[in-house]
């Protein structure tokens, strides 16, 4: 490199003096080899965003070539683990002598995992939003997990309103008859007999898990499958009509307003071991054009708010 290339991060005076809480790269792009339990290590597009405080008042700027190729090394040479991030955050402030005692990551990707289908036995892809964070502040480190996962809510009282027009119409049609077996079966399989359906609707969960310091693999198929197994009614890749009719099934069995998404969540969460929880509950009505919205979180003294 030529000598005489001016450097200003070192060499000019900022503009004006004081510490910043974090500067760094956003949407950085960075195919990057993911590393979790239970599945294959799996590549990935990442966009990572990459910061260290600075602390050194009258310091021009931070170095931002040098986090960026830290996450190149990462990206190149290495896979995506907790032991990795740690790595890369230590050299982030190894790098930054004298500028930064703290240095945080966070790399977005969407993760295709297999989901098995309700009863055919189909499989297919279904991709979740990842998030993982990580910092590093005085030598403590910080990592959290974050995933979307989507789901059918059914509304409970939609259900109960189709429920009574159903008993309305049964009372219309048999009162006053003796019942014969084989009419009301046929009855209710036509859409004089079924003749007003629920509402469901779309619905996305943000789960926000706070993972232990020394945690060495990452679990993103362990939380998912808690998280659906919980909720019953997953958004499903491979459907064949009899995954469809069990789908139907599992959602008139498992009504549901935001409420009780957020309070089950909430249940399965305090008993498993995270440091911290953060649970956000969004219903995309199809009855409104807004949405239904919960938040629940461990409701630790420093830990997530809702
Ligand atoms: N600090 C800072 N750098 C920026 C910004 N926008 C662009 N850059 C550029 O980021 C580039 C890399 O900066 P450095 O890491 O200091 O590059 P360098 O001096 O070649 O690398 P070192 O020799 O390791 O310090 C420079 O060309 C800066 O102009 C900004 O807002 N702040």
Partial sequence: MPTSMPDIAHSADALQEGKL???????????????????????????????????????????????????????????????????VLDSFITS??????????????????????????????KN???????????GRFSLELAVDVTYSSTCPCSAALAR???QNAFEQKFA???????SVHAWLGTTEGI????????????????????????????????????????????????????????????LMFCEDAARKLKALFEAENYQDYYIKINHYESLHAHDAVAYAVKGLKDGYRA
């Fill in 128 to 138: 979740y939003p990842v998030s993982i964070t990580a910092s590093l502040t005085d």
């Fill in 195 to 254: 003749l007003a359906t629920p509402h469901s609707q779309r619905s996305v969960t943000n789960i926000k898990v706070k993972l232990d310091e020394n945690c060495q693999a990452f679990d993103i198929l362990g939380l998912v499958n808690l998280v659906e197994d919980e909720l019953k009614t997953p958004v499903q890749a491979a459907v064949k009509r009899e995954d469809e009719q069990e789908f139907a099934r599992l959602n008139g069995q498992n």
């Fill in 96 to 125: 930054h002598e004298g500028l930064s005692h703290s240095a945080k990551v966070t790399f977005h990707f969407e993760l295709p995992l297999r989901r098995a289908s309700l009863l055919s036995g189909k499989q297919g892809w």
């Fill in 176 to 182: 006053g008859q003796s019942l014969d077996h084989a």
């Fill in 164 to 166: 009574q027009l159903i």
């Fill in 21 to 87: 809480d974090w500067v760094g790269m956003g949407n950085i792009e960075l195919p990057l080899l993911l590393s979790s339990k239970g599945i294959n290590d799996t590549p990935v597009t990442a966009k990572a965003d990459a910061f260290v405080s600075l602390d050194r008042e009258d310091a021009k700027g931070i170095h931002m070539s040098r986090l960026f190729l830290a996450l190149d090394t990462l990206s190149c040479e290495q896979t995506l683990t907790p032991g990795a991030i740690r790595s």
